[in-house]
């Protein structure tokens, strides 16, 4: 993979910094439940299929008393698409050359009353330059307060850079996560953006502050609920729903597809697989 150039090299410093604070607060949340689980690392290398080294990146995975299964994923990979991939990825057409960096994490929870919740940011290079991502929630027993803050604090990001940001972003996660054999939506929403270029340096911060905006609600949910009394039927509901999370990662996440197009760690695409489900 070639040297990495300033932009390459400061989105990549951005997201390993995000995916530390992050997993340095789910490990505290733990740690306030009497657990001791913390992350495990691995760190996985990427050929490319042209021999060269394709970069790589490090698979982080936590499984503990309140995060059932949380997986923070960072990764800095390049080289060339193969075949017809290449035709599908914005700017690839004519040159399939590629460079893509970015975080990605799924939680499972324990309590079926505390949400699921997915996020990812990434930059991507082809003979175009652009920033993708977002975030959103899937609670298998909605509750109204933490839809409304979910949205809150990811319109308030959007909305200090531009105000047309959260309508437009807010409806393409309703239409992006949707599940069409079920007819049903993966979640409560939030945002999802992609092909965001122009102003680097513009996109680049709202690219930050969507990560900032995670950090700060996602917590909080949490430790709202975590502690909460369930029943077996609310576990129930809870496997139910992960299975239905499951099919649409398998069948029409993007990302998936993308990390498996290009040769990525398979357990690290993966991650965002509940550890339990149930198809009734």
């Known amino acids: 993979m070639q ?18 604070q992050i997993c340095a607060e ?4 733990e740690a306030e439940a009497g657990s001791d689980a913390t992350f495990d690392y691995l760190t996985w290398d990427r050929t490319d299929p042209s021999g060269e080294p394709g970069g790589g990146g490090v698979r982080g995975v936590m499984k503990g008393k309140v995060f059932e299964k949380v997986g923070v994923n960072v990764s800095t990979v390049g080289g060339a698409f193969e075949g017809d991939f290449a035709k599908t990825i914005h700017g690839a057409d004519t040159d399939p050359s590629f460079f893509a960096t970015g975080i990605s994490l799924v939680a499972h929870m324990a309590n079926p009353h505390a949400p699921a919740v997915h996020m990812n940011t990434r930059f991507l290079v082809t003979t175009k330059r652009w920033f993708g991502g977002g975030a959103d929630l899937n609670p298998p027993i909605p509750v109204e307060e933490d839809t409304a803050e979910f949205h809150a604090v990811l319109k308030a990001a959007c909305e200090a850079h531009d105000p047309g940001h959260y309508p437009r972003f807010k409806q393409w996660a309703d239409d992006y996560f949707y599940i069409p054999h079920r007819k049903v939506h993966r979640g409560v929403g939030g945002i999802f ?7 680097w340096d513009a996109d680049f911060a709202f690219t930050q502050d969507v990560g900032r905006a995670f950090l700060d609600v996602f917590p909080r949910i949490v430790r709202r609920r975590m502690g909460l009394p369930f029943t077996d039927a609310d576990k129930a509901q809870q496997l139910e729903w992960r299975g239905r999370y ?30 339990m489900a149930s198809w009734g």
């Open 26 to 29: 789910f490990e505290a949340i």
């Open 3 to 20: 040297a990495l150039d300033p932009q390459q090299h400061a989105a990549r410093i951005w997201f390993e910094s995000l995916r530390d």
């Open 246 to 275: 499951a099919e649409f990662n398998l069948i029409y996440d993007r990302g998936t597809l993308f990390g498996l197009k290009t040769g990525g760690n398979v357990d690290a695409i993966l991650m965002s697989l509940p550890p």
């Open 193 to 199: 953006y992609d092909h965001l270029e122009g102003d």
